[in-house]
């Protein structure tokens, strides 16, 4: 059973950092494409990036609105993800969630974690 | 950025009623393969969301066939037949064809 496992959400101040993690299981995880999404209170969701598999060599890409800001990166030893996110805005408060790319589609979701980025 | 607009529903449509939820995109989602990379996702009250259909008309593993997904290269349609209470929430598209991938803004679907 694939399973995707979010921690690390929190209070935040701004101008802070915060690293998410997402632990997966029940499949071989160097196989897949890895991203986040985020999605604030009551809005739709945001995809923030994607960091391919071992075939594509662990690439990444970013949406514009948080490259430069954002990192995510991936232990395959561990099967964990990861995302670094610094310089923390308002903005950024949301549920973030880690998801599996299948062929041109999001198959599986975490549950999602909470960042909440106030004074 | 590949902007994606989604219709509203006459809320609460009746149970056992059929419903339909619309998407439109601002460039077409048909790749070079022959696939419309269109994605629906529902996202129930308190839930993460979950695929429902992919590559536009291709139901997920475990959907009901009670939903379907057809259209064109930038406009496209999520049919629900005979609603259930289990199927109020949110239902978003998304679109795969290339980044930043972006989604709808949502369509709530509540029943009566």
């Known amino acids: 059973e694939v399973k995707l496992l979010e921690s690390g959400g929190g209070l935040v101040q701004p101008g802070g950092s915060l690293r998410l993690s997402c632990a997966a299981s029940g499949f071989t995880f160097t196989d897949f494409y890895m991203s986040w999404i985020r999605q604030p209170p009551g809005k739709a969701p945001e995809w923030l990036g994607v960091?391919?598999?071992?075939?594509?060599?662990?690439?990444?890409e970013y949406n514009p609105s948080v490259k430069g800001r954002f990192t995510i990166s991936r232990d395959n030893t561990q099967n964990i993800l990861y995302l670094q996110m610094n310089t923390l805005r308002a903005e950024d408060t949301a549920i973030y969630y880690c998801a599996r790319l299948g062929k041109g589609f999001f198959d599986y979701w975490g549950q999602g974690v909470m960042v909440t980025v106030s004074s | 950025d590949i902007v994606m607009t989604q219709g509203a529903l006459p809320n609460p449509v009746p149970s056992g009623e059929s419903a339909s939820i619309t998407c439109q995109s601002s460039?077409?989602?048909?790749?070079?393969?022959?696939?419309?990379?269109l994605n629906w996702y529902l996202q129930r009250p308190g839930q993460s969301p979950q695929l429902l259909i992919y590559w536009m008309s291709t139901r997920a593993s475990g959907v009901s066939d009670r939903f379907s997904g057809s259209g064109s290269g930038t406009d496209f349609t999520l049919k629900i037949s005979s609603v259930e209470a289990e199927d109020v929430g949110v239902y978003y598209c998304q679109q795969f064809l290339e980044y930043p991938l972006t989604f709808g803004s949502g369509t709530k679907l509540e029943i009566k």
């Open positions: 960091i391919r598999n071992k075939a594509n060599g662990y690439t990444t």
């Open positions: 460039k077409s989602l048909l790749h070079s393969n022959g696939k419309t990379y």
